[in-house]
């Protein structure tokens, strides 16, 4: 579709080009895209739903390096890679988890619920209590509780990140996951996850560095 300003142009004018050169990078200008085409989607919803947009831009680097389409082995689909499990636990058709904006409100609300479950004290440091959830995000929120339970049963902090990593890695052994305080099984992702925590929070700087709220 033709701007109003590209309507008024004489393309035979040899200047045109540059033109309407000029008036693009004048759009882009006004609207620019600090971290990826999806800033002003993940702006909208972010805020609608309460999260930080930057942080679920992290999110979706490290998902899918912001590919749309992407679907993952385990069926997880779009920048942020949801599940179908996901769609069906918010009432949300499957279909209509690879419409973008529906993909990241599945994320954000995931985020919240996640949060919500995981009930950390508010006076756990922001770093802490996202890296957990992040690591919920990724690993199951099961998996990251009875990693805080065994902390929690040996006189550790269970909202302390380091604390909750050592026994994610530690449920792989029969010593911690035959523990009675484990309730959902052997887990040997802990490597995974925690490049996952690792990679998003960087990210997160980064992210926070380049923009404002």
């Not at 749309?68 to 499957?94: C, K, T, W, Y």
């Not at 010593?175 to 490049?195: K, L």
């Amino acid at each position: 579709m033709l701007t109003a300003f590209e309507s008024t142009v004489d393309y035979s004018d040899p200047m045109a080009d540059r033109i309407i050169a000029m008036e693009h990078d004048f759009e882009q200008e006004q609207m620019p895209c600090i971290i990826s085409q999806y800033d002003n989607i993940m702006r909208r919803i972010a805020a609608e739903q309460g999260q930080d947009w930057r942080l679920m831009s992290a999110i979706a680097y490290s998902e899918s390096r912001f590919t749309e389409d992407l679907v993952s082995r385990q069926g997880a689909s779009g920048i942020m890679q949801i599940r179908p499990i996901v769609a069906r636990h918010f009432n949300i058709p499957v279909e209509m988890i690879d419409d973008v904006e529906t993909n990241i409100r599945l994320a954000c609300m995931l985020l919240s619920e996640l949060d919500q479950m995981l009930r950390l004290p508010a006076s756990t440091p922001t770093s802490d209590r996202l890296s957990i959830i992040l690591a919920s995000y990724n690993a199951g929120v099961g998996h990251v509780m009875d990693a805080r339970r065994l902390a929690r049963l040996h006189g550790e902090n269970p909202d302390s990140w380091q604390t909750v990593s050592r026994y994610l890695e530690l449920k792989a052994e029969p010593e911690y996951y035959e523990s009675e305080a484990v309730r959902n099984g052997r887990f040997t992702g802990s490597r995974q996850t925690n490049g996952y925590v690792s990679e998003v929070m960087r990210k997160y700087d980064q992210y926070c560095a380049l923009s404002f709220p």
